[in-house]
């Protein structure tokens, strides 16, 4: 009969933080293993050495590398991958001989552990159990007795390896946070945490719970002194004080300011293209670089790099009055402003709907100044070629702010006037069977061979690009993130392209 495999979490550093059951399963196993570092003692053995039983098997599991460095020829993963095959096989033959196995594991077995890749390898073999450990950071928010997160308050994990923009987006977009993995990336880090504006109450915590443990505020951190033991406590209340300045968040009223109110207060409607930064234009980019609140859906605003000094508000995809209200609110206390939308804000966008919001007379000082964006359908007909080269027709398929009946009337119109016609918003989850009904409807004045262009994330690393006709448009191959130009009579496939003649024959009396 084989053994059981157990990772046991043996917490932080202390060993008085060792839970009960971690006791016990180490005390009555036959092998305990250990991970240690290249040339340095196991962490983990000296937490828990008091509680191996007498005649212990150990297995001490030293790893090859500690870095991205080595030679091996799969690099850095490689050597990994080799070395926990050769664990595996170490600790199979206990196993195998019926002897249980206890492998030590430092905070929790499953939070950024080298334990789980054993327990992958072992759990479809052997009798497995995973006994759960106190985490460092829960030992780093108790050492500087300081609450993480409260009431609402989101909480976010985060490696310090994430490149240092996207550590600075997410801090930002959070209330509490937690930084692992420091070392050599403090240096990013601590950028990242000023651009996101969260330095400020940020703190740095060194070998959490032991007896060398030690913390101060990250701005006083000497970057080279900084261990790989150590870590990063954002606490929620850096960013939402427990004295109802969080209500900002929560109602999406303006935030409360001593500002003087701009003698022309402002709100900037930002198109920022369909994606890639290249096609940012010079001036969106630069009134980007000036605002000290971005804000929009939350996928948009994750595109505008987080600094410090901006605040992002992001919110769902169907408040864009409630959003365009945020934005004013914000400009008429005196703020800088930019509302962001993908493609161009005037092109089924939030321009829109900010000068709706801004009908009301208590925004009558704000001026609006929309800033253009490259539009999706310009986006996906240079793709493509030049469909749009002659008069064409733009028509949304989402009936959320209009009938159906007025989508069809104006797809009839379109079809009728021979007119290259752009598709936005064609599906989503909820709206299945409008592009169906759409194709119908223009069959019934189109050929069945017109040009039809499908346009996927056109922009983005995952891009596509599909020409086919109207009769073999495939509905159910087309979601949200697609574009679709249908072309007029005239529109032809080239060698080079798809691309509809500028000039138009004259009508037959």
Known sequence: MSGRFTVVGIGPGDPELVTVKAVRVIGAAQVVAYHA????????????????????????????????????????????????????????????????????????????????????????????????????????????????????????????????????????????????????????VRAALEQAGRLHGAWYVERASQPEQRWLPVSEVDPDSVPYFSLIVVPGDAANPPDGARLRQASGAAAPTSRTPAAAAEVLVVGLGPGPQDWLTPEASAALAQVTHVVGYGPYVQLVPQRAGMTRHASGNTVEIDRARHALDLAKAGEKVAVVSGGDAGVFGMAAAVFEAAQDPAYREIAIR????????????????????????????????????????????????????????????????????????????????????????????????????????????????????VGADATRVGHAGVWTPRSVPAMSE
């Open 370 to 485: 929309v800033l253009p964006g490259v539009s999706a359908v310009q986006a996906v007909a240079a793709r493509a070629g030049a469909p749009i080269g002659a008069d064409f027709a733009v028509v949304s398929l989402s009936d959320r702010l209009k009938p159906w009946a007025v989508v069809e009337q104006r797809l009839r119109a379109v079809a009728q006037a021979d007119l290259v016609l752009a598709i936005y918003n064609p599906a989503s989850r909820s709206r299945t069977h409008q592009l169906a009904r759409a194709q119908s409807l223009l069959l019934e004045h189109r050929r069945p061979e017109t040009v039809v262009i499908i346009g996927r994330d056109i922009g983005r690393d995952d891009e596509s690009l599909t020409v086919t006709t109207l009769a073999e448009l495939d509905p159910a191959a087309v979601d949200m993130k697609c574009l679709l130009i």
């Open 37 to 188: 570092g290249v040339s340095a003692q196991s962490h983990a053995r000296r937490i828990a050495a008091d509680l191996f039983p007498p005649g212990v098997i150990e297995e001490e599991l030293r790893y090859p590398v500690t870095s991205g460095s080595t030679d091996h020829p799969g690099g850095y993963l490689g050597a990994l991958s080799d070395f926990y095959q050769r664990c595996t096989q170490r600790l199979a033959e206990h196993l195998d001989a019926g002897r249980d196995v206890a492998l030590l594991a430092e905070g929790d077995p499953l939070f950024y552990g080298s334990a789980m890749y054993l327990h992958d390898r072992f759990k479809d073999r052997y009798e497995t159990l995973v006994v759960p450990g106190v985490p460092a950071f829960a030992a780093a928010t108790a050492a500087i007795a300081h609450p993480l997160v409260r009431q609402d308050d989101v909480l976010t994990v985060l490696p310090a390896t994430l490149p240092e923009p996207e550590l600075a987006r997410r801090l930002a977009d959070t209330d509490g946070a937690v930084i692992m993995k420091l070392g050599r990336t403090f240096p990013a």
